[in-house]
DNA sequence: TTGTAGGCGTTATCAG
DNA sequence: CTGATAACGCCTACAA
């Protein structure tokens, strides 16, 4: 792969003119731009992106920072935001900081040192020093799917409408004859569990009804917190004939513990998950879930992030989306 | 964020002096040293990798390239090979490919017009040019659970003994009584499943059994093959007591549909999978699967990266690792 | 329309 | 030990 000197060289002509037809839409006599076409080919030039970002201070990279790669949600915020920066002529630098804010710091510094062209954090925590650090940059940057509840107004961010979920789920148990619901929630610390389970109870004491306080249960939202939180509810005398877990692996949890005490999904206990991951749809029963716009999310990250680059006013700083009932079959009429 | 210039004006040095305090191991007075590392506090200096790559001609960064995002193989070595690529220094930079060839070439192209210092492929098919472009170029590459069959002898390639996985399946189900076996296997046309089904047809031969025709149904590695295989089977009056699935994903298809046509597992049919991703822990039944090592798979893969760039001999070009049996619930004697 | 010169931020070489 | 100076590959005034 040779550099523009060499097809300049080849073509007898001046590195700048080779520039000019590289760029395009710079007048070049047709004679000469066939000359550096040809040679072009010969040598095989292939524009330099890092010396063309080191002139223009732009390095068409975008760093995506994750607390965990093996996650049914940051994984499809890694796969939405990958296709879609490559749509629009990035590439992706993908950072797995495991919620360690040491790593978190790391990264984003050698991020910056990168140069790139923007930022999207998933789920970062109010607490991580890093979004101070970068908004004394002036790299673009974006909260997706944030979690922490005290607000950095001023940083953009693409969010779910998290109580709306809680809602939707108590809406389709009510909907289906359940009085008495279970919740299990993700982590209280982390601001969207706080607000799913808001909309819940809210929605619930809109009914009339009430959430039993023994019948909430914190857990992480993973697998194991799902099972866990299930013998909890059952060691408590938890009275419930539904549940909402707030992440579907903590629903799957949930599902296998019922399973193995016999009790049947959904003709005894209806049973709510979230997200929507591709596994849902591979229980039996299939899992009626709460989904998330994971794609519609990342394209309007990707957008803010385009749009603070190219300093073009960003009309809207805080995009909240709506989440979606699927039902499936693990839930029914009382 | 300064650049070197300002902490040279501030410290009241040349740049040469800066760049050797940064650079370390150059003999710098005492004194200026630290007027120079005070100066560097503070502009908040931070060496810029762009020019420091353009100068050193790497980049410190390394490519990924994967077929899928979503998808239990790749999400392992994408989270694996990012943290091995981050403890070494480097970054990773991510592209999936969904298995076009456009895509592909053209992810490649800016790999190599960005200076990575490596380029690791997952499941590339003989049929991409990648691997001919790749060749032509001094960027180190590494092939990683490569398919297909013909050989590039020369690229490095880090793999599982796939054959050795058909052979525990095989053993597995004969140890536990199994005579008629079935076997769902991933597409015909990548070698990994060809190796699988012929180490199990081997060993279920050794045995002095033979594994039928009618009892061989290819799937595509996903779920819903895997459910469509299951009816395959019984549509063709295929008589076997326990099913090898060469994916997890068609092993939890084939369960599916087993339980939805109320045939028990592992009480009349024993279901073994493969990969050991995380939701073989979360079925009921748990899944018996074939583990592979995608940790120990991208550690060697980094290696061999490494290895080529700092121009070191490569001792073994091809490293083949082995499966693992993991046993659980979804398999018993017959 | 084309070439020359300077600079993006570093590092390496060569004098001093 | 330190400072010019050139070079990495590209782009962009400015001049011709």
Known sequence: MGSMKDVAKLAGVSVSTVSRVITGNIPVEQQTRVRVEDAIRVVNYRPNLIARGLRSKNSHLIGLVVPEVIHATFTSFIKYTEEIVNRHGYNLILGNTQSDPE??????????RRNVDGVIFCRVSDKSRVLGILERTNVPIVVLDRSLGS???????????????????????????????????????????????????????????????????????RFGSGVQAMRTLFERRAKFSAIWAQSDLMAIGAL???????????????????????????????????????????????????????????????????????????????
Chains 1, 2 share one sequence.
């Open 103 to 112: 790593v978190e710091e790391q990264f984003i510094d050698t991020l910056l």
């Open 151 to 221: 607000e950095n107004v001023h940083i953009p961010l693409v969010s779910l409408n998290n109580r709306m979920a809680g809602v939707l789920a108590a809406e389709h148990l009510s909907d289906l004859g359940h009085a008495q619901c279970a919740c299990i929630t993700g982590p209280m610390d982390i601001a969207l569990s706080r607000k799913r389970l808001e909309g819940f109870k809210s929605h619930i004491e809109s009914r009339g009804l009430s959430l039993d306080t023994t019948a909430v249960v914190e857990g992480d939202f």
């Open 256 to 334: 296998q513990e019922l399973q193995r005490r016999g009790i049947a999904v959904p003709e005894e206990v209806s049973l709510i998950g979230m997200d929507d991951i591709n596994f849902a749809e591979m229980m039996v029963p299939t899992l009626t879930t709460i989904a998330q716009p994971f794609e519609r999310m990342c394209e309007e990250a990707v957008q803010l992030i385009l749009r603070q680059q190219e300093n073009k006013p960003v009309p809207e700083n805080r995009i909240v989306l709506d989440p979606e009932l699927i039902i499936r079959e693990s839930t029914a009429r009382k």
